[in-house]
């Protein structure tokens, strides 16, 4: 009989438990304790939408040795069970009393010895998706086992993409890809900015993604204000840049780039910006390379932009990307994190074009051994405009 197992085939799962518990021996951890959607997943293969309920707390305990075990709710166990889980401990949820937290005591009681360490992830883009009362009274119920951070554990493993989680994302780019072909179809002047939004979502589900969870963008004359705030009833007009970026997925992976129409004919500021943009991209795909830290791809990309005479965008300028819209690192000046082969990256550099006006720039790449290969199509190198 075929082994169960969703997504990868049940080896692809094995491969990066092995990878994780090196990672825990070399840290002195003698269990993780997950309980993020995107670790459960990255463990499992259980994908779900019912993450949006916050209603019940999910848990999977990955020991020094051996397959995880699943500490859930009793809603989840036939999905779990066709994931390459064979250890799934049930409890009846919502519980108000005792919400799996004896179960999950037991558990890791069961697998680490008294004298253990269990790490959790603590650190940057990490977080606790349990109440915290009942995190203090399973640490009270486990003790003396202590509890650690797991981060670096966690991220070294999860930061290095397979070959078969690359072709994952790039399955999801050239979705966004089709989609973004499709924007000078459905956009014209006089269409409200929400519209578009709306219109821009349904391209992306027509084109094979299985749920769009980011959609932003903005439209302003000459340029944007922002990147981050909802659609409103602003009709687009002759002079506006429109920005769309997205964040669809397929089969638990994300993409997230952006692009930039001008409604109309760009005015020469915008097309210097974009060019800027479009220049600073380049000399990143052709000058970085594994072991250079994300500062240097900040240094690459600022001095890039100011080569061109652009004025730089504050912010981070790029980040991870994979099971979540970003990950680690931030490609800020303060981060060290190594650029590693398999890493997958949004480039995302931003000018300033004047004050309250800037371009941003997004594209989605894996680095190689020789620098990166990009998953998203490239932007055209002169502004896209729609005349309609």
Excluded at 207 to 217: I, T
């Amino acid at each position: 009989m075929p082994e169960n197992s969703l997504i990868f085939p049940a080896d692809e799962y094995r491969r990066r438990i092995r990878a994780l518990q090196g990672e825990m021996a070399r840290a002195g951890l003698n269990a993780l304790l997950l309980t993020a959607p995107a670790d459960v997943f990255y463990t499992t293969g259980f994908l779900t939408r019912f993450w949006e309920s916050p209603a019940r707390p999910w848990f999977v305990v990955v020991p020094a040795a051996g397959d995880p075990v699943a500490v859930i709710p009793a809603i989840g166990a036939e999905l779990m069970g066709r994931c390459w889980i064979k250890d799934i401990r049930t409890w009846n949820a919502p519980d108000p009393v005792d919400d799996g937290v004896s179960l999950l005591a037991d558990t890791l009681m069961e697998l680490v010895p008294a004298s253990g360490r269990i790490g959790i992830p603590m650190g940057l883009e990490s977080h606790l998706r349990m109440p915290v009362a009942d995190f203090l009274r399973l640490q009270d119920m486990i003790a003396p086992r202590q509890i650690a951070d797991g981060t670096a554990a966690v991220y070294r493993v999860r930061e290095i993409k397979s070959e078969a989680e690359i072709a994952k994302i790039r399955a999801t780019c050239t979705i966004a890809d089709a989609a973004f072909d499709r924007v000078p179809g459905f956009v014209r002047q006089g269409m409200p900015l929400s519209q578009v939004f709306r219109e821009f979502q349904v391209a992306l589900l027509k084109e094979g993604a299985d749920w769009v969870s980011y959609v932003a963008g903005a439209a302003g004359q000459g340029g944007y204000g922002d990147v981050i705030s909802p659609a409103d009833e602003r009709p687009l007009q002759a002079g506006d840049v429109l920005m769309l970026d997205t964040g669809a997925v397929r089969e638990g992976y994300f993409c997230d780039f952006d692009r930039n129409f001008a409604i109309g004919r760009a005015t020469d500021d915008v097309r210097r910006a974009h060019a800027s943009l479009y220049a600073a991209t380049e000399t990143a795909l052709a000058s970085l390379r594994p072991g250079m830290l994300a500062r240097d791809l900040h240094r690459i990309l600022s001095e890039a932009l100011e080569r061109e005479g652009a004025v730089v965008g504050g912010g981070r300028l790029g980040h991870g990307l994979g099971l979540t819209l970003t990950e680690w690192p931030s490609v800020t000046p303060l981060d060290t994190t190594e650029l590693r082969e398999g890493m997958v990256l949004t480039f995302e550099p931003g000018v300033e074009i004047a004050t309250g006006r800037i371009l941003v720039h997004e594209e989605n790449v894996v680095l190689r051994a020789k620098g990166p290969e990009l998953l998203s199509r490239r932007a055209p190198a002169d502004m896209p405009e729609i005349m309609g």
